[in-house]
């Protein structure tokens, strides 16, 4: 009943920048976390950055002050700003989305997207 669509995610030489959206549609009265996590070959999948309804962020330590995660409600739509790309920023990045209805809030995750960074 919810999907979660991600766009935005290919290659990029170190020091670049990409965007990443996802975009909830479906049976949704509200959102209310958001965030995306990645997880790198042969690791476990980590969170990158977490924005609750009201606009609160939260960032991994290792990407603090180079990723910027925001949201339009309006939209459904959480992004990604990743600027100042370094290689072990290489994974996949999974959205992810605390979606109420009518009687509950269920977690939903985007099926992934590549993002690779070239040194």
């Known amino acids: 009943q919810v999907q979660l669509v991600e766009s935005g995610g290919g290659l990029v030489q170190a020091g670049g920048s990409l965007r990443l959206s996802c975009a909830a549609s479906g049976s949704i009265f509200s959102i209310n976390d958001m965030g995306w996590y990645r997880q790198a070959p042969g690791t476990q999948r980590e969170l990158v950055a977490t924005?609750?309804?009201?606009?609160?962020?939260n960032y991994a330590d290792s990407v603090k002050g180079r990723f910027t995660i925001s949201r339009d409600n309006a939209k459904n739509t959480v992004y990604l700003q990743m600027n100042s790309l370094k290689p072990e920023d290489t994974a996949v990045y999974y959205c992810?989305?605390?979606?109420?209805?009518?009687?509950?809030?269920?977690?939903?995750w985007g099926q992934g997207t590549q993002v690779t960074v070239s040194s």
């Open positions: 924005i609750t309804s009201g606009g609160r962020t």
């Open positions: 992810n989305a605390a979606v109420r209805n009518i009687f509950a809030v269920r977690d939903y």
